[in-house]
Every structure is written in structure tokens, then in C-alpha cells.
T-cell receptor
Framework: GENVEQHPSTLSVQEGDSAVIKCTYS??????FPWYKQELGKGPQLIID?????GEKKDQRIAVTLNKTAKHFSLHITETQPEDSAVYFC?????????FGKGTRLSVIA | ETGVTQTPRHLVMGMTNKKSLKCEQHLGHNAMYWYKQSAKKPLELMFVYNFKEQTENNSVPSRFSPECPNSSHLFLHLHTLQPEDSALYLC?????????????FGQGTRLTVV
């Protein structure tokens, strides 16, 4: 089955700097790659996703890139703000229930 | 609000107790899921229901018993749990089963087994 590895497990950045979180997946047939943000006391919420027919997608300060050959995808957050502090999860799917990475705890220091 | 509501938010139960977790979605979705979230582990898929029918049981111990009376409601019945079952239990729903459409999560039930 699918296996998703996520790095780093924790990340601290200064406000205004960029943050990058990376994930690798094992199943070359996976075709959907969402990113979820989980704030304290809440469930995960989708922030951006990408499908296998696209290499990059951007939504304001967040972007996701996908390298199908290398089987890895990354989340990029620019101009980080304190409210970006949360746990971020990547996931992968091949028309099956999502398989999640272990999460990255991002701290944005004001 | 995500449209997925879970109750209770917190639950403490003894190992001999029987309790139930409830999930309700107001999104008109056809698929519902139970996930377990433990510290420093990926979200673990437990059960999948599609149009009220269980389509996946991810090798979950029988002390966890799901029930899906209709497409909007999902329960997780708990009995004779172990301390290692303490975790955040998340319910999610999506328009279609599988990972091709966005999954919406509830806020979770924080379960502590004593």
C-alpha cells in the first residue's frame, strides 16, 4: 500500500520568512496530493491540493509542487505570519482513502 | 465550522465502560470516515462508509464498533478499551469515497482511557 514520509517534523521560522515542507510517496499510481492544516483544538482543514497532471499550483502565499518522477511533493509558504503556526499534514491517494504523513509542526516567531 | 460535527469533544472512560462517539455531517456527502490521531503518528484510517455501507475496515480491533444508520450520521461504539487507545478520534466526510474529493474533518473527540 501507499506510504507517505514527511519532513521535517518540526520547523521554526521568523515571521516574514518562507517555510518549506517536503513529502515523498511510494505508490507511483497515486494521483491526488492534498495538504491539510491543523490548528490547536481543531480538525485538519484542506489548504491546497494538487493532482498528478499538474506540476505546480499556487494560492496566494501558499504553493505546492509535484515531481512525479521522483515521487515527492512540497508545500511552500511565503511571507509567513504568526497565524500560519499549526501542524501541517501531506497526504496521497490513488482513488483510495487518503494516506497521511506524520505531520510538521510549524512555528512562526514574531 | 466545517459542516462535520463530533460529540462529545472530550471523553474519559474506564477500561470496562461502554461509550459511543457521534459524528454528523451537514454537507450531503456520501462517504464518511473514522480516523485515529495519536501523538507523533500519521492519521490512521479506521473505517470507511460509502452510502451507509462499510467499505473498509483497516484491521481495527473489535473493541471498536462502527455504525452508520444513514449517510449523515456515523457512530463509533467503544467497549473494553485499553489505555493505548487514548487518542484524538476524527470523523471526516467527502462527496465521493476514496481520495479524489476533499475530505472535511470534524474537530475530533479527545478520548482518554483510564
Amino acid at each position: 500500500g501507499e506510504n507517505v514520509e514527511q519532513h521535517p517534523s518540526t520547523l521554526s521560522v521568523q515571521e516574514g520568512d518562507s517555510a518549506v515542507i517536503k513529502c515523498t510517496y511510494s505508490d507511483s499510481a497515486s494521483n491526488y496530493f492534498p495538504w491539510y492544516k491543523q490548528e490547536l483544538g481543531k480538525g485538519p482543514q484542506l489548504i491546497i491540493d494538487i493532482r498528478s497532471n499538474v506540476g505546480e499550483k499556487k494560492d496566494q502565499r501558499i504553493a505546492v509542487t509535484l515531481n512525479k518522477t521522483a515521487k515527492h511533493f512540497s508545500l511552500h509558504i511565503t511571507e509567513t505570519q504568526p497565524e500560519d503556526s499549526a501542524v501541517y499534514f501531506c497526504a496521497a491517494s490513488r482513488n483510495t482513502p487518503l494516506v497521511f504523513g506524520k505531520g510538521t509542526r510549524l512555528s512562526v516567531i514574531a | 465550522e466545517t459542516g462535520v460535527t463530533q460529540t462529545p469533544r472530550h471523553l474519559v472512560m474506564g477500561m470496562t465502560n461502554k461509550k459511543s462517539l457521534k459524528c454528523e455531517q451537514h454537507l450531503g456527502h456520501n462517504a464518511m470516515y473514522w480516523y485515529k490521531q495519536s501523538a507523533k503518528k500519521p492519521l490512521e484510517l479506521m473505517f470507511v462508509y460509502n452510502f451507509k455501507e462499510q467499505t473498509e475496515n483497516n484491521s481495527v480491533p473489535s473493541r471498536f464498533s462502527p455504525e452508520c444508520p444513514n449517510s449523515s450520521h456515523l457512530f463509533l461504539h467503544l467497549h473494553t478499551l485499553q489505555p493505548e487507545d487514548s487518542a484524538l478520534y476524527l470523523c471526516a466526510s467527502s462527496q465521493e469515497p476514496g481520495g479524489i474529493t476533499e475530505a472535511f474533518f470534524g474537530q475530533g473527540t479527545r478520548l482518554t482511557v483510564v
